[in-house]
């Protein structure tokens, strides 16, 4: 009989790219198993991006917190309890670790699996597993889902090639005519966005390289920024606000992608696409880019990159995948 198999790994967009590799570990690991995925509804199209993955159980704890003794709270939430005891899991990993998966987990019935009281990022969350696991943050976010999946299940990992599996279709945006690059630059936290001048002065370079920009945007605050920078580049184009299948049709087809620390840029190192992603917020070591492809990250906390060493980079990582074809 095969196994049936449980992750949870339900937010935010950039962590779900991130534990995507470990799907496909646990399908070269287990051909015949059926992997299920719990996703947040915001962010429920990514691991349907992944061939990995049979079904996905889809969880609203963001909406749910605003009305909890609603109607409809109420009703979701009973479907979820019933979707998961309907699965009759093997095993149960979350690899998220905060009290709402690890509620999702003891929820099952099945014997579960999490990060230990030390390693994980809410303690109490570690009460409701059946078991627990030392894997530390410090590994970085793609190392630690598959540790943690290998670990569980039994099975060896190379640490250093991951292999995210996902199936897209290159699909170019309306209004882009030849080739393009893709780029990233609005993210939810103010203190990670790189200055706009930068974008204009990086976008403007590769329109003198013959390679279009496409932006992308979520709100519109983001809209009217990535307006700005476009508006001031030759042949920029700004792509409609789209669903997340639309957007990483767009990226997979663009020739570079360049982003900010955000889940679009991580989806493009994800596709292989040459990507260079620009720290400014948060850590270098825990969030540079892991692609099966040549990628590159420069910045850090605190430290801003300039748009020379931004190009470079770019150039870099183009040139290093058409050494690879």
Not at 178 to 199: D, F, H, I, M
Not at 284 to 309: H, Q, R, Y
Request: charged share 20%; with cysteine; net charge neutral.
């Amino acid at each position: 009989m095969s196994r049936r198999i449980l992750v949870i790994k339900s937010s935010s967009m950039g962590d779900v790219i991130h534990a995507l590799p470990a799907a496909h570990d646990i399908r070269q690991a287990f051909p015949d198993c059926t992997l299920d995925w719990v996703v947040e509804e915001s962010f429920a199209d990514v691991p349907a991006l992944s061939g990995a993955i049979d079904h996905r159980i889809i969880t609203a704890f963001r909406r749910w917190r605003k009305s909890p003794l609603s109607r409809r709270t109420r009703e979701e939430f009973s479907e979820l309890r019933r979707q998961l005891r309907a699965g009759s899991y093997d095993c149960v990993i979350d690899i998220q670790g905060l009290l709402r998966t690890g509620l999702v987990a003891r929820l099952s019935g099945a014997e579960s699996w999490g990060y230990s009281r030390d390693t994980i990022r809410e303690p109490l969350a570690s009460r409701f597993y059946t078991h627990t696991l030392a894997v530390p943050e410090s590994l970085g976010p793609v190392r630690r889902y598959r540790t943690m999946a290998a670990r569980v299940l039994g099975y060896e990992i190379d640490p250093d090639a991951p292999r995210y599996g996902l199936r897209v279709k290159a699909v170019p945006p309306a209004g882009v005519t030849g080739p393009y690059a893709a780029l990233a630059v609005n993210t939810s936290r103010a203190e990670k966005l790189w200055p706009q001048q930068r974008w204009i002065e990086v976008a403007s370079e590769l329109a003198r390289d013959g390679l279009q920009s496409v932006l992308f945007w979520g709100s519109e605050t983001e809209r009217r920024r990535v307006e700005e920078i476009a508006s001031a580049v030759d042949g920029a184009v700004v792509m409609p606000r789209s669903s997340l299948s639309a957007l990483a049709q767009a990226i997979a087809g663009a020739r570079c992608l360049a982003g900010v620390d955000t889940g679009l840029t991580h989806l493009g190192a994800a596709l292989g696409v040459p990507s260079v992603g620009i720290i400014v917020g948060t850590s270098a070591a825990l969030f540079s880019l892991v692609s099966e492809k040549a990628c590159a990250t420069v910045g850090d906390k605190g430290i801003v990159p300039g748009t020379i060493e931004v190009l470079s980079a770019l150039q870099a990582v183009m040139h290093a995948h058409v050494e690879e074809a």
